[in-house]
Each structure stands twice: as structure tokens, then as C-alpha cells.
């Protein structure tokens, strides 16, 4: 009887991966719609500044477009940096402190499909926010962006969530479960407010113009205002580089925090 | 040396033989979790590692789990490492968790969890085997602490596994609820599972282990069947007043250990009858006698204070 309750191992065949992926990207995604505190937040202040700031307010031009057009890239970019922080830190933090990634590590569970699972529900969220942002610009703001550039605005903002979706990584690895929104927000809103998501950038004062250029927030939303017609002239590449440059640094933070939760346990 | 080498191909002696834990040490900082732990688990038999709290519980589960690493000794799990791959996918695990995902529903979590594993039980079987299928569509958040406690159990059956790990699996459960726990894993041990189990209750590891391993502060301190490790604890405790020396007490036979309590000798024994004659043979003074039964946690008590002592 001993002999048959361990059957050799061989025979076992490896679960898919990619499906086991998708699995967890959607109950990750069901997870967090369900919880209030990520889902409306990240979802509806963006669009709540948009309709207050540009439908109900605005009735000028910021650098040469219509307040209602200016203000997408500005609370998109914001949306998807607040998707894509509080979608992969909050949750990291809180289920690395808890206990609750224990429990996935006990399992078969794919390392991989952890990840994977929380940037793609970020990109959702990332997604959603541009969408209903262009929606209600559209609809109610007299928007009218080409196609083409709709598609591509959307496109770029939520590629550009991937480099927050690192920083939330780094984050969630050296923040307490508890107090990880609250670490958030001190990088988050700081950063949004320098980079020009909420006041033109323009307006903001020269020495917060110049701090503005080593934040990554500055750089992502330079490369959606330039697709409305709104940049600065600085060639896109530029932004681009340093949005990957930031990512990379953002994934060598991440991958200390992890390696110092493996040490903890050897 | 925390090696994790040299696994032999599946031999007679690695299929009977489920898990082994070789000299095994751990240290967290300065503090020392587990000490020169040896531990075999038989395959197709229920393994309870007993102990209080801070013993080293789940500690020698983590280790066995690959979720720890050795500070020395070697740790083998069905034959092999127990943070590869491989062996995760016929393992399965019940933790003590603080905070679970609490916006998912019953059925999601036995879902994804099924999800990882090459060849789950059906859905429903593992509702049913963890007698939640009632609470399939309630979220996990809305649960009590009994019904969560079973969700978990269910999470580490979903996928069929050939070796269970449950840690404290009963903690916070009601009797009633308790019961049917053990009904439950009674069934896969006879289903052919090989099952460790730790408990802080006696009780628990006497209802349902072929073998009990009890562990104080990082050591082994006793081991065997249950009758063997109750035969041990299952005394009797003696107090008088006596101008006998403790040392001769525990010399007497039958005298387990004997401590002395504010001018009082207090002698735990499984055999109190021998030993009250040599007490009245050898003292004729003795007085202010009680003679009580040790409850099992106390008897308990009494041996993992024994080899402290």
C-alpha cells in the first residue's frame, strides 16, 4: 500500500502555464474590481478632475488646444501611474506581509503568474481610465482626435503603465502591508503635481519645471500631450528612454527585495 | 552546509518513505527554530508533530515545504527537493495565513488553486470532501473563522496531492467543526495520502496519527505511536510532604519527574500505586498527600517540562 500511495513523479504531466497565467490574471483582475477602495479609486478620480476641471470649468485653451482635449493625456497619464502603483504595490505588499504569498510560494503556483496576473490587471485599469476619459471628451467635451491618434494615445498610456507597474514592484518589496498606500501616495501625488498632471506644465514654477525632467511621470504624459498636439518639441525617443531606463532601475530594486525575502528564509 | 544534494533514483526505500528530515538546524538570527531535527514520515501514514506554541512547528513545516532553508542538515521531500518544481506538484499545503484575498468567492480560490496542479480533483469533490459546497458562492471575507479555516483545507487537497502538510489545520475550529475536520483527513490517510500535521492538542494528535513526534524548543522529545507517547504522559501526579530526597524519588520505578514546589514534592508518574508503597515504606512521615489525575495537556506539560528540566 505504501508503494501505490507514492506513485513515481514522472508521470505527472506540467500544468500550462500560459493558462494557469490567464487564470490568475483574471481572478487578479475580479479581486481588485470587487475591492472599492482600488477600484473606484483608480477609476473614478481621474475621470471625477476631468469632468470637474475640463467639462464643468474649462472653457479656454491650454497651448493651443481646447482645455477638454489638453486635460486627457494630463488625467490619463495620472490614472494610469494610480492603476498601475496601487494595482501591483498595495497588493504585493499587503499579501507578502500577511502571509498569503506564502501560501501561492507552498503551492505550484508559477512564479511567473504572479507577476504577470497583477501588471495585466494594471493594464486593464490603465486601460479603462483612457477609455472612459476619450469617452466623455468625445461625448461631452467637443474632443475630436483622429483615430488614428486615439489609438495611439491609448496605446502609448497604457504601455507606459509598465514602468509603474515596475516601480509598484519596488515598492511593494520594501513597504509594510499596512502602510503601503500610504508610501504610495507619498511618490504618487508629489509626482503627479511636479510632472504637470494637474496644473499645466507651463505653469508650473521654473525650479519644479527642472526637477520635473527626472521623473518619469513627466516623461510619460510629455509623450501623450505630444500626440494631441501639445508637446514640447523634445524628440519622443528621449521620453522613451527614460521611461525604460527608470523601468530597469525600478526591476533592479524589485529583484533586491525579492532576493532579500528569499535570504530571509535561507 | 545547507545542501539539498544527491537524491537517490526512486528506490525501495524512498517509496516507503515520504519525507526525511537529516539533522536538520535552523536558526533565525540568534534565534535557534529547530536543533539536530530528525524527522521521518512514513509514506501512507499520519505523521502529527505535536508541541506548544514556539516549538518549531512550523518551522520543520516551512523546511519540509522548500519555503525555508536548512542552516545545515538535509531536508528530502517523495525523494527530492522540496523547492523544486516537481515535487511542489504533488504536494499539498495548509498554512497559517493572516489575510487572504477576501473580494474572491469560494469556488474562484478552489479554482485557480486546481488551476496549478496536473491532475485536480473535480471541483465539486474538493467542496464536497472540505463540506463547503453551501458556501461556493459566498466571498471569502464573509466568512467565520471555522469556514475559512476549511476553504484553506480545501485549497490544499484541490489538486489530488500524494502528500498533505497541514499546520494547525483545527485552530479556531469548534468542536463540532473540529470533527469533522478529522473525519475528513482521517479519509485521505485511508485513501492512501501520507499527511503531517501539526497541533498543539494532544487530543488531535491521538484521534488521528499512526505516529506522533513531540517537539520542544527546536528538539525532539519523544516519539512513537500515540499509546507509546500517552503511556509517558497519561500519569498520574503526586504531592506530599516528605523528608525523601528528589533525587531518590526519581530514582523509585514508575517516577517520571519530580519538582519541587514551594516545600512540596510534586512526582508525575504513569504507575502511582508502586510508587505511593515505596513512599510509605521508606517515609513514615509523609503527609499533606494529594494524588491527582494529570490531564492530558497537563501530562503533556509535564513531558516537555521533563526534558527541560
Request: proline letters at 5%.
Amino acid at each position: 500500500m505504501a508503494s501505490t500511495a507514492l506513485a513515481p513523479a514522472a508521470n505527472l504531466k506540467q500544468p500550462n502555464v500560459i493558462g494557469v497565467c490567464f487564470k490568475e490574471a483574471k481572478y487578479e483582475f475580479l479581486k481588485n474590481l470587487r475591492f472599492p477602495m482600488f477600484s473606484v479609486s483608480t477609476v473614478v478620480l481621474p475621470i471625477m478632475f476631468y469632468v470637474l476641471f475640463g467639462l464643468i470649468m474649462g472653457h479656454q485653451a491650454i497651448g493651443g488646444i481646447g482645455v477638454t482635449t489638453y486635460l486627457i493625456p494630463a488625467y490619463g497619464t495620472f490614472g494610469v501611474i494610480g492603476a498601475s502603483l496601487f494595482g501591483t504595490a498595495a497588493g504585493l505588499a499587503s499579501e507578502r506581509g500577511f502571509g498569503w504569498l506564502e501560501v501561492k510560494k507552498a503551492s505550484p503556483m508559477p512564479t511567473l503568474a504572479y507577476f504577470f496576473a497583477k501588471i495585466v490587471m494594471s493594464m486593464i485599469f490603465s486601460a479603462t481610465d483612457v477609455l472612459l476619459l476619450l469617452l466623455l471628451g468625445a461625448t461631452f467635451g467637443g474632443v475630436h482626435l483622429p483615430a488614428l491618434v486615439t489609438f495611439k494615445l491609448l496605446l502609448t498610456l497604457v504601455a507606459g503603465s509598465l514602468p509603474f507597474c515596475a516601480m509598484g514592484l519596488a515598492l511593494g518589496y520594501f513597504a509594510g502591508p499596512t502602510s503601503a498606500p500610504a508610501l504610495i501616495n507619498i511618490f504618487y501625488l508629489p509626482m503627479s503635481f511636479c510632472s504637470g498632471l494637474w496644473i499645466p506644465f507651463m505653469f508650473l514654477p521654473k525650479f519644479v519645471q527642472r526637477v520635473a525632467v527626472y521623473l518619469p511621470a513627466y516623461h510619460l504624459s510629455q509623450l501623450a500631450f505630444h500626440l494631441v498636439g501639445a508637446g514640447t518639441g523634445i524628440a519622443a525617443k528621449t521620453h522613451w528612454e527614460a521611461l525604460i531606463g527608470f523601468a530597469l532601475i525600478c526591476l533592479g530594486v524589485a529583484r533586491i527585495g525579492y532576493q532579500r525575502d528569499q535570504r530571509a528564509r535561507a | 552546509m545547507a545542501t539539498l544534494e544527491m537524491f537517490p533514483a526512486i528506490d525501495k526505500v524512498s517509496r516507503d518513505r515520504a519525507a526525511l528530515m537529516n539533522n536538520v538546524s535552523k536558526n533565525y538570527g540568534p534565534v535557534q527554530a529547530l536543533k539536530d531535527f530528525n524527522l521521518e514520515v512514513r509514506a501512507g501514514e499520519l505523521t502529527a508533530v505535536l508541541g506548544p506554541n514556539g516549538a518549531g512547528k512550523t518551522t520543520a513545516i516551512k523546511l519540509l515545504l522548500g519555503l525555508v532553508r536548512p542552516n545545515s542538515g538535509r531536508v528530502s521531500v517523495l525523494g527530492g527537493n522540496p523547492a523544486n518544481a516537481a515535487t511542489r506538484l504533488r504536494i499539498g499545503a495548509m498554512l497559517q495565513v493572516g489575510r487572504v484575498p477576501e473580494t474572491l468567492r469560494v469556488r474562484e480560490h478552489v479554482d485557480l488553486f486546481s488551476s496549478y496542479y496536473p491532475e485536480p480533483l473535480p471541483r465539486s469533490e474538493t467542496l464536497a470532501i472540505a463540506g463547503i459546497e453551501n458556501l461556493r458562492d459566498r466571498k471569502f471575507g464573509d466568512l467565520s473563522a471555522g469556514q475559512k479555516q476549511r476553504v484553506l483545507f480545501a485549497l490544499a487537497i484541490c489538486g489530488n496531492p500524494d502528500l498533505l502538510f497541514l499546520d494547525e489545520p483545527t485552530v479556531g475550529l469548534d468542536v463540532e467543526a473540529r470533527r469533522l475536520l478529522w473525519d475528513e483527513i482521517r479519509n485521505l490517510v485511508a485513501g492512501g495520502k501520507t499527511v503531517v500535521l501539526t497541533t498543539h492538542y494532544l487530543e488531535e494528535a491521538d484521534a488521528l496519527a499512526d505516529r506522533v513526534v513531540v517537539i520542544n524548543k527546536g528538539s525532539i522529545i519523544a516519539q512513537g505511536t500515540p499509546a507509546e507517547v500517552k503511556a509517558r504522559t497519561a500519569g498520574k501526579k503526586i504531592r506530599c510532604f516528605t523528608q525523601l530526597t528528589a533525587t531518590l524519588i526519581r530514582n523509585l520505578p514508575g517516577v517520571a519527574d519530580v519538582q519541587e514546589d514551594r516545600g512540596t514534592t510534586v512526582i508525575h508518574t504513569s504507575r502511582p500505586e508502586d510508587v505511593l508503597r515505596e513512599l510509605f515504606r521508606r517515609d513514615s512521615q509523609i503527609s499533606g498527600l494529594e494524588v491527582a489525575g494529570a490531564g492530558l495537556e497537563e501530562a503533556f506539560l509535564a513531558l516537555t517540562q521533563e526534558k527541560v528540566n
